[in-house]
């Protein structure tokens, strides 16, 4: 799967691909060889990184989450990306969807940065919208790679 066709150059992802890597998940070995280090520009919402933090301190500690978080800072594959635009943006995905607002901003930043919205595992709430009402945009679901 080196040059896989589904995983695009430009990638939002959601928390979910953070916490499976960290976490060592099947998923997450998928993400580290496929997304994390390739040639890809990979982005994430400071939502993200918050939601990733909390749930990395609950299922270790506190002190795993911090070193997480700031190996993912020091290493440089995920560009955060913030904004006023992108906050409109994620109110008016939310606004016509759904879904959670954090998977509103990871849709938000695909449009954005015209990729793809990556998740680690389907969620009920977002496939059910996939089929209700497209994006416009690839929406990747890494589970679905993990036995390719």
Known sequence: M???PDLPSRLAIDSSVLIAYFLGEPTGELA???ILG???????????LS??????????NDKFALGAMETLEKTGFVKFHESTRL???AGMQKCARKI????????ALARDIRGAAVFANHEKDVSAELEANPPGF????LE???TK
Do not use: M
């Open 32 to 34: 580290k060889r496929e």
């Open 38 to 48: 390739q040639h890809r520009a990979v982005y994430c919402t400071h939502l993200a």
């Open 144 to 146: 679905d790679l993990v």
């Open 2 to 4: 080196r040059d896989s």
């Open 51 to 60: 939601e990733t933090f909390y749930i990395l301190c609950r299922a270790r």
């Open 100 to 107: 959670s607002l954090a998977d509103c901003y990871v849709f």
């Open 138 to 141: 690839p929406v990747v679901f």
């Open 87 to 89: 906050d409109y943006t």
